[in-house]
């Protein structure tokens, strides 16, 4: 399996938001900070889990938000 870019994974998650906040299941404001790094957090920590990252990429990515 290839592994995702983080800019692949990004674009992936800003899309995967933008549907959550159109089909209201996002409780939180976009501009809720925390909110979103926590999202982010647990967006990179199951794309870990599936394999579709390394734990190195895991570890080192920095939360873009």
């Known amino acids: 399996m290839t592994k995702l870019t983080k800019k ?3 674009r992936t998650f800003k ?3 933008n549907e959550e906040i159109r089909l209201g ?3 939180y ?3 809720d900070v925390t ?3 926590e999202a982010w957090n ?3 920590d199951e794309l ?3 394999g579709y990252i390394s734990e190195r990429q895991y570890d080192t ?3 873009p938000f």
């Open 35 to 37: 909110a979103v790094r």
């Open 25 to 27: 299941h996002w409780t």
């Open 29 to 31: 404001s976009k501009s």
């Open 42 to 44: 647990n967006y990179t």
């Open 15 to 17: 899309g995967l938001l």
């Open 8 to 10: 692949q994974a990004f």
């Open 61 to 63: 990515w920095t939360n």
């Open 48 to 50: 870990c889990k599936s």
